[in-house]
């Protein structure tokens, strides 16, 4: 066996603009809501009446999401690329819904079938055990694979790398009492890396597609960062628990828009957001008008000058999200079927379905502006400023 330092493990993964034709970011984004809030995409706790309701929601069957941020990783001796949707949000890995899946020296098929249903598409096929090389030199041995026979709504993409907790994987096999060690678990019990802890970085970008992202296993990379990370412990609130899920508050300025409350630190949402009655302060605070075109409250540049920041207090530390992060980038306003005559917003509403324990989602375009940190040994998350906390990009 070949003995690794086991150093922190970085790959790059990219952001992909990707709307189909008629649809609304938030309405995308709500899709998958629904089925975290159900209990999807885990297995025996799905609640197959809310998942029902998610998959009607929107018709548009081509997409996973409005934005899917994906990592390339090889599986097989030879290796086969594949592109997969890198999720906090679920924990199965699997492949085959764009490109099939290359039978080599290393697969086993475990005789065991898998399906998972993420409300806003699903898979179901055998479950394979495989070499997954995660970086160049960096193989996880004996891998669970879910190998799809049948995938709906992903487009552009093979798969999804799940690196949630893995409880989310339980019931999702045949055997309905197993579960399933994520890709972090195995690079750590089989010495690739020396924590059971992944680090993510994004920036923010003006492009549809940019390979600027990068994804840490077994630690965390200080470049990508300022100052200390503050880690808090992950809530033990359900549902958001299951998830990686935190306790915050939110104020706009000086005014407190929601108290404490659990939610999620999702990578698979783009957006921000929060229960009914704070998007309601928090529209009226800043004079936002809701705009039909693309599902999205919208100012003025004059208001825009006005805004204040936005405030949110994880386990005690205050993370300020300022003007500028609380924008969707202005070049881009065409490409979600905006007007270049407005400036959108990206704090959005969960809607008045939000229950006690999932009432919240700090999606993507919040770890834009903050180092995060998922340790699924310690089950804790981390956050920490870094050069674009502050920046001006929008």
Do not use: H
Not at 168 to 197: F, H, K, M, R, W
């Amino acid at each position: 066996m070949l003995v690794r330092d086991s150093a922190p493990i970085s790959v790059p993964f990219t952001r992909r603009l990707n709307l189909a034709s008629g649809a609304k970011l938030p309405e995308l984004d709500r899709v998958r809501i629904k089925s975290l809030a159900a209990g999807c995409p885990g297995g025996a706790s799905c609640d197959s009446s809310i998942r029902s309701a998610a998959a009607t929601l929107f018709s548009v069957g081509a997409t996973n999401g409005a934005v899917e941020y994906t990592v390339e990783v090889g599986i097989g001796n030879p290796a086969t690329t594949y592109t997969l949707i890198v999720d906090t949000g679920s924990s199965n890995t699997w492949v085959g819904a764009d490109q099939a899946y290359v039978v080599t020296s290393t697969s086993e098929d475990t005789g065991e079938s898998v399906s998972v249903d993420y409300g806003s598409g699903s898979f179901s096929g055998e479950e394979y055990t495989d070499t997954v090389t995660i970086a160049s030199g960096y193989s996880i041995t004996g891998q669970s694979i879910g190998v799809a026979s049948t995938s709906e709504g992903f487009s552009g993409v093979d798969g999804i790398l799940g690196i949630g907790p893995e409880d989310l994987t339980c019931g999702t096999l045949s055997d309905e009492d197993a579960c399933i060690p994520t890709v972090t678990q195995n690079a750590y019990s089989q010495g690739l890396i020396s924590v059971e802890e992944v680090g993510i970085s994004f920036e923010p970008t003006t492009s549809a597609s940019d390979t600027n992202g990068e994804l840490t296993f077994g630690g965390t990379d200080s470049s990508k960062y300022n100052g200390t990370i503050t880690y808090t412990a992950i809530t033990s609130t359900t549902p958001a628990g299951d998830y990686v899920g935190v306790t915050q508050t939110i104020a706009y300025g000086s005014e407190s828009i929601m108290s404490s409350a659990a939610g999620i630190v999702d990578t698979g949402t783009t957006l921000v957001y929060i229960p009914s009655s704070a998007y309601d302060k928090y529209q009226k605070a800043t004079g936002a008008t809701y705009d039909d075109d693309t599902g999205l409250l919208r100012i003025t540049t004059a208001q825009y000058d006005k805004l204040d920041s936005v405030y949110f207090d994880i386990g005690g530390t205050s993370y300020e999200f300022t003007a500028n992060a609380q924008i969707w980038p202005r070049s881009l306003n065409e490409d979600i079927g905006g007007s270049s005559d407005y400036v959108y917003l990206v704090i959005n509403d969960l809607g008045d379905d939000a229950e006690t324990g999932f009432d919240f989602i700090n999606g993507m375009t919040f770890l834009e502006r903050y180092y995060f940190v998922y340790n699924s040994g310690s089950n804790e998350v981390g956050f920490a400023p870094t050069s674009y906390t502050y920046a001006t990009t929008n």
